[in-house]
């Protein structure tokens, strides 16, 4: 066979492709070009048959697809850090607010969507959705870190600095859309705040505009206990049953949060075909309560996991918050043997791309599929000895040992281990101390 030429070559010890889901592969590379994943062979193999302008070679090395983050508001990195243990609306009203009321604008957005772009690109996110004021602003900044990213066609029921009123913001969102509507690394999602913040005017307006660009609906929704009573003293009806009859629960839904579900609410998502996104760290640090995932997954609804914004988590750790995501998910089920280690860690990268309807495109290392693919190092003494990749992956390592980022075969964030230890104990004395007694096994 002749030889052929890529743009790099990833050789590792490890490859979770997702799809087939459960799989791990050892010693396998992936081979990239031209942006795309092009092969997932055995290494062997692929040094035979090419050749690369960089070849990146992994021993201790686990390769996955990039972590999508399916819900963030990034900018709100610059508010990061204020206002911690208020209750819920002091918070709101005393800290973020009036922040966010003193400095929105679109230097703003894009700044903090930068920082949270490069904080987010270090710990193994390469695509995140995120919903704020000023998307194209939030769309800069994300593209300046490098991570492919859907902004939001925004709407909510106050005025702020990017729109007065209603049709103001429908406006706006119009925009939006039409600018994103071909795709490539920016898309667009439908992005009304909440049911208790937009009115059925907007919101049917809303499910117009997801039906006209075939574009996913965000938007938080049962979030909060209070939430779901409000509704039912304001409108008769469950939050989740309004948006039904508004048009608005369909295979486009990505119900973010969605905490307070009974079982009703639980099968009108699933026959739906609607998403769920789970915020786990927002969800405990907001007091707002804990997500019935094994019941969502049970009923095969598709979940994606997200970190909110960085001021009620306050980190854009996606590993870290599906490593929480899949031991709530068993306490609350009161069965370790939901949320498997697999089913969460598609929950990370497919179920976030399912839920935005980029699955074609990301969620998995599939030959055809954009090269947007993260290496973890499995030697740190936090993670050995390598019984299980995938579990450890989830479990033991953290985002610290994200390596490599890379987006469309685009190299954008690399973190190198150095460390010291006393004595001056090297990574290789470690493994083979854990290597011993894991081949006594
Ligand atoms: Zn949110």
């Known amino acids: ?18 799809v087939p889901q459960g799989v791990v592969l050892e010693d396998h590379a992936l081979v990239l070009r031209e942006g795309r994943i092009a092969l997932v062979a055995p290494t062997a193999e692929v040094r035979a048959d090419w050749t690369a302008d960089d070849v990146v070679s992994l021993p201790n090395g686990l390769v996955m697809p990039g972590l999508v983050n399916l819900h963030s508001h990034a900018a709100m990195n ?33 700044e903090g969507s930068w920082l949270a772009g490069l ?5 193994g996110v390469t695509t ?30 106050f005025p702020s600095a990017w729109a007065k009123t209603d049709e103001e913001y429908l406006e706006r969102a119009l925009d939006i859309l039409e600018t994103y509507k071909s795709g490539g690394m920016v898309r667009a999602t439908v992005a009304p705040h909440a049911p208790y913040t937009v009115s059925d005017a907007t919101l049917a307006r809303c499910a117009e505009l997801s039906e006209k660009y075939d574009a996913p609906i965000h938007m938080h929704v049962h979030e ?8 039912i003293r304001d409108h008769g009806v ?39 996104c789970h915020c786990p760290c927002s969800n405990l640090k907001l007091a707002s309560g804990f997500s019935p995932i094994a019941k969502l997954l049970a009923a095969g609804v598709n979940v994606g996991i997200g970190t909110d914004g960085a001021a009620s988590n306050d980190k854009l750790d996606m590993l870290g918050e599906t490593r929480l995501a899949a031991m709530l998910a068993k306490a609350v089920a009161g069965d370790t043997t939901s949320a498997t280690v697999h089913e969460m860690l598609y929950a990370a990268t497919m179920g976030g ?7 074609a495109e990301i969620g998995s290392l599939e030959p055809g599929k954009a090269a947007d693919v993260i290496a973890v190092d499995l030697s740190g003494v936090e993670a050995l000895p390598v019984q299980d990749p995938a579990a450890q992956l989830l479990y033991a390592a953290g985002r610290e040992a994200v390596t490599h980022t890379w987006v469309a075969g685009e190299l954008i964030a690399t973190q190198k281990q150095s460390r010291s230890f006393r004595g001056n104990i090297s990574a290789e004395s470690l493994q083979s101390v854990a290597r011993k007694w894991q081949n006594m096994l």
């Open 1 to 18: 066979m002749r030889t052929m030429h890529a743009d790099t070559i990833i050789e590792a010890r490890w490859v979770l492709p997702i």
């Open 78 to 110: 610059l508010v990061r850090g204020l206002g911690a243990d208020l209750p819920l609306m002091d918070w709101l009203t005393t800290k973020i607010w009036p922040a966010e009321g003193k400095l929105m604008s679109p230097e703003f957005v894009e």
């Open 119 to 123: 904080e987010m690109a270090s710990g």
């Open 128 to 157: 995140t959705s995120d919903h704020y004021f000023f998307p194209d602003s939030a769309a800069k900044g994300l593209r300046r870190a490098g991570l492919r990213c859907a902004v939001s066609a925004f709407t909510i029921g």
């Open 224 to 231: 909060t206990a209070g939430e779901v009573a409000d509704s």
């Open 238 to 276: 469950r939050p989740l049953e309004r948006l039904q009859r508004l048009g608005l629960v369909n295979d486009r839904l990505i119900s973010v949060h969605s905490v307070h579900l009974n079982d009703a609410d639980i099968a009108m998502l699933a026959a739906a075909g609607a998403s769920t």
């Open 353 to 359: 791309a399912k839920a935005l309807h980029w699955d």
